[in-house]
Structure formats: C-alpha cells, structure tokens
C-alpha cells in the first residue's frame, strides 16, 4: 500500500523529516514539496530529500494521491481552500498539525466530494527548525495518531496507518476532540511552562541573564529547549487548542497552589508523596520506549 506522488506542504522539521523518512523506507514513488519562499525553497534543494520542489502551491498537488499539510496550523485553511481544485480524484488530504479539531473546522469544508480527509498527528519533534533539520529516524518508534471525520473511507484510513508504520512510526486512532485533550496536557500546557518559565528568568532584575546563562541546572537548560521551539508553530497551536490549553491550565493551576500550600505549611509528607507518584510517571514513559533512561537524558558530555 503506497502512494505514487506525495505532495509535502511545508518543508520544516516535520516536512523535511517526513520526506527523509519516504526516502529510506522506498517504494514511495515521486516526493513532492512546496515552499513559497525563495530562499527556504533554495535550503531545501540543497538538503536533496524531495524529487521536486514548487513555489506553485497548484503544480506540486497535480496528480498527488497523498497531500500532507506540514506548515503552521494557521495557515492550513488558506493553503485547503487555495488547492481544492487541483486535487486529484481519490487522492487523501491529511497533515501533520499537533491540533486536530480546529483542522476538522479549517480544512475539511475544503475538501472537494471524492477525496479523503484524514488528519493525523505525528508525535515526533525536536527544538530545531527549517528544511535542513529534518531526518529520517525522527518518527522511529514514536506514535503517530489519526483522526478521520465521521464517515471517513476505512480504506484510506487503513492505508495512511500502513503509510506511517513503514515511516517507523506506530499508529492509533482516536476522536479529534479527545486527542486535543490529551495532547493539551502531554505537549501544549508543558511548553507553555517553559516559555513562561525562561521569559520569568529573563525578567527577574535580581539575576542578570548572564548568570541565568551561567549557572543553569539541568532543569532550566531542559525548559530552555523546549522553549527554543518554532514560535510561528506553537502561537498557533495554542490559537488552535485553547480549550482545551485552558482546561488543562485551570486544573494546573489548583494543584501548583496545593503545593504552594504544602511548601509554605512544611508539609513534606504531601511533598514527598507528589514526588514519588511523579518519579513512577517517568519509569512509565521509559518503560513505553518513548524516552532513554541513560543518565542525563542521554546528553553527550560534549552537550551538557
């Protein structure tokens, strides 16, 4: 189950590493990706992963029988309504966004009558950006979740599955609402914390931002990547998911206020406790095989 032409829209991170991806697994037929801008268009040649690239959003979707969206979410309406009638007959439209209810909302009125709509979500990244940072390994053993629409062609939504497992990627099938949810305390709500949490240490007058940059633990340097992350690509995911990004931060907000609460108080058997139950979390996740258990996250030393 392959598809002839693959048209990737964006060629960041995810666009680039999907493309890397098509390459190494083959049998993926014709790669190709568009990029509206000349001098990203020019880094993308120079990285070599697609068989064609288009500055014309109408000539790279001709004759595709698989079209990703791989920019920002907010762009993906424009992007559905501008490609509409150029899509094949039978091709699928899916994407690679971290919200999938407001893609529901943006692209799916675009889809023309004979193509099919399956959004999905490839929970894979890293911090860097561009069409140079992309590489093939990225999606390996990583999940990538699908949320067709109602009445989406269970033949099409098999073969995108079967599309992303041959990519390394494992794959699941949830409702849109659901995944935004879970992805809004998995993903969105932990990196709003680290924006906030470097910018308060970029404010505090007490600490000049060169000790901030000095004496920074293992903690901080953590937030700190997570906080280099393309700022276009998660302003719009927060835009996209508020919600849910609300609902998970009132909740948040309860329970730091509780230990706030238990710090002010002394109470370290509440303390310990939190702790404890927040240390088996982290064995859960190595014990998933979505993190290294190797000591310091895995760093060289050269990168510590």
């Known amino acids: 189950m392959t598809y002839e032409k693959v048209a990737v829209l964006g060629l960041g991170l995810i666009g680039s590493s999907l493309a890397h991806a098509m390459r190494r697994a083959g049998g993926m037929g014709h790669i190709a990706g568009y990029e ?69 909302r943006d692209v799916g009125p675009h889809i023309p009558a004979g193509v099919h709509f399956v959004p999905a979500h490839p929970i894979a990244g890293t911090e860097q950006s561009g069409p140079e940072a ?83 633990a293992g903690g901080f340097r953590d937030f700190t990547r997570i906080a280099a992350s393309d700022p276009t690509m998660w302003r719009d995911v927060f835009l996209n998911n508020k919600d849910a990004v609300l609902e998970v931060l009132g909740r948040f907000s309860e329970d730091l206020s509780a230990l706030q609460r238990a710090i002010r108080w002394g109470d370290g058997d509440a303390l310990f406790t939190l702790f404890t139950r927040t240390r088996a979390i982290r064995r859960g996740i190595i014990d998933a095989g979505q993190d290294s258990a190797a000591p310091n996250f895995g760093r060289n030393k050269k990168d510590q």
């Open 134 to 216: 992309g590489f093939a390994e990225l999606f390996d053993g990583r999940w990538c979740i699908l949320t067709p629409p109602d009445g989406a062609d269970p033949d099409a939504v098999a073969k995108l599955g079967a599309f992303w497992e041959r990519l390394g990627s494992k794959v699941d099938v949830m409702d849109a609402g659901h995944h935004d949810l879970v992805l809004a305390i998995t993903s969105h709500v932990p990196h709003l914390i680290a924006y906030n949490i470097v910018g308060t240490a970029d404010d505090l007058s007490a600490v000049t931002k060169s000790e901030v940059i000095k004496y920074s």
């Open 36 to 104: 509206p801008t000349a001098a990203v268009l020019e880094r993308a040649r120079a990285a070599g992963f697609a068989d064609s690239l288009h500055d014309d959003l109408a000539a790279c979707v001709e004759g595709a029988d698989l079209v990703v969206l791989a920019t920002p979410v907010g762009a993906f309406g424009g992007l559905a309504r501008a490609m509409a009638p150029h899509l094949a007959p039978g091709a699928t439209v899916s994407d690679v966004g971290s919200v999938k209810t407001a893609v529901l």
